[in-house]
């Protein structure tokens, strides 16, 4: 049975409904909608403002607030995760276990981290800036921005445990040793490619250069100057244990570059360092370097004939051969096991020469140091010399050949040490000034007491007999 009433029903009491409950339309509605009132009745809807999922939220009347338990209550959240209902995507914090509010921001893709995109204003496009969490982490990390603005030229540092503030660009970091002291921790490498690193002083004078050339170090040099304009600047070699030290200072006033070469090696007790005047420098007995000691000088006039072959034969110059007139017949050289070839090489090159031309050209070193010889040579105006070349050889006398020189016995063919070559270049034509200069610059030291003579070979053949004028002088430096 139904009742009817039209009119409003007041229940000031409790009402117990068995049945079904329907609304304006009649509808009973489904399980767990709620009845709403509407302008004119009611009506069976869903829960409408608790879940999210089933409708969008509207907030146009007033601001809403989603408060969270508070500090030290038990934990609560706001989670928004991805479909799976298992990977957080935003994370609203504030639980006993948390200090200050978090807020946590991941991506659903699990080979990138996390990301907040910061957009331009929707009128400029949609280009954004990112901060992006790295790849993988072996903790958590926390970074507190510093508290207020910094002034002009300042860098954001972060201390070992994430407290960040602004400083001085380069100040802490290693960059700038005018703001902070340096120190390594291991080895370093500074590379300057094709620059150079200058050390200036207050007034921006250069006190040193370290210059690189092309893109590596080798053939670098270290200048040092002083801001002063009266005085050159010293270099100084500090004691480990004081404050002395040793010094190395240039002249003030200089007329041009000089640069000195050191010796490869160690020098002998007594010995001084020398100059060839070109600034290579060496080690040499004392009172004998640049001083030259003589060992001997001549001149004459030689003849090459028909008969020479200057792969076999040669002129002495010395002794009563090789200071005037002379015509080779006979081999210098016993035998042609080993050929003279242009200069060959001093110090490494041995000759097997017969005794005779040695003992007749001898000489002794006065000073130890290295063999030099000189001079000029003059030749005829005959076109079967031009551009031709005649090669002056110095030989040491080995030891056996001077002990039998000096007890008058025979001495068979024996090797000669090459300690000294030059070579003079006969004029390429009918030449106003025919005399042409030579000397040697590749000798090799021979110590005091030391005998050696000078030979002459011609390295061309003749038509008929050739004279040649030669003046000379040998001397160790």
């Known amino acids: 049975m139904a009742i009817e009433f039209l009119d409003d029903v007041k229940v000031e009491a409790g009402l117990e409904v068995t049945g079904t409950l329907k609304d304006s339309n009649g509808a009973v509605g489904t399980s767990g909608q709620v009845l709403s009132s509407t302008v004119s ?11 999210i999922g089933d409708d969008n939220l509207v907030i146009s009347d007033t601001t809403r607030t989603l408060t969270l338990n508070a500090a030290g209550a038990a934990a609560s959240n706001f989670t928004i995760k ?13 639980g006993a276990t948390l200090i200050n509010d978090t807020f946590i921001l991941t991506n659903n893709n699990i080979n990138v981290g996390g990301a907040i995109t910061l957009r331009e204003a929707g009128t400029n496009g949609q280009h954004h800036i990112s901060l992006n969490a790295p790849y993988s982490l072996a903790a958590n990390n926390a ?22 503030s602004w400083v001085a660009a380069g100040s802490g970091g290693g960059t700038n040793i005018a703001n902070t002291n340096l ?27 370290i210059q690189a050339t092309g893109n590596q170090f080798y053939g670098g040099t270290f200048s040092l100057r002083t801001h002063s304009t009266t005085t050159a600047p010293t270099l100084r070699l500090s004691s480990g244990t004081s404050n002395n030290y040793t010094g190395i200072r240039s002249p003030d006033t200089l007329s041009g570059s000089t640069v000195y070469t050191l010796p490869t090696a160690d020098g002998t007790s007594g010995q001084t360092l020398t100059t060839d005047g070109a600034g290579a420098m060496s080690w040499a007995t004392a009172g004998a370097g640049s001083a030259r000691s003589l060992i001997t000088a001549g001149g004459g006039r030689i003849l090459i004939g028909t008969s020479s072959d200057s792969g ?29 070839s242009g200069l060959s090489t001093p110090g490494t090159t041995i000759e097997n020469i017969s005794p005779y031309y ?39 006398v080995p030891a056996a050949i001077v002990t039998a020189m000096g007890n008058g016995n025979a001495q068979n063919n024996t090797n000669y040490s090459l300690v000294a070559s030059a070579q003079c270049r006969m004029p390429a034509s009918s030449a106003t000034t025919r005399p042409q200069s030579f000397i040697s610059s590749n000798g090799v030291s021979v110590s005091q ?19 040649f004028n030669i003046n000379f002088q040998m001397y160790t430096s």
């Open 82 to 94: 991805k479909t799976n209902g298992t990977d957080t995507i935003i994370q609203f914090s504030d």
């Open 358 to 396: 040695a003992n007749q050209g001898a000489f002794q070193a006065l000073a130890s140091g290295d063999v030099v010889i000189q001079g000029t040579i003059e030749g005829p105006n005959s076109t079967d010399i031009y551009s031709q070349f005649l090669y002056i050889y110095v030989f040491k």
């Open 143 to 164: 970074y507190i921005l510093p508290n207020a603005f910094p002034t002009s030229d300042k860098v954001l540092q972060s201390s070992s445990t994430g407290a960040m």
């Open 41 to 51: 009745g009611t009506d069976w809807v869903d829960a409408g403002g608790v879940n």
């Open 312 to 340: 076999l034969r040669g002129l002495v110059l010395g002794g009563s051969i090789g200071f005037n007139y002379y015509n080779w017949t006979t081999q210098m050289r016993y035998s042609n096991i080993v050929n003279l």
């Open 183 to 209: 120190t390594a921790d291991a080895s370093r490498t500074l590379t300057l490619g094709g620059y150079s690193l200058s050390f200036l002083d207050s007034s921006a004078d250069v006190i040193a250069t």
């Open 449 to 467: 007491g030391d005998w050696i003579f000078a030979a002459v070979t011609f390295d061309a053949a003749v038509t008929s007999n050739r004279y």
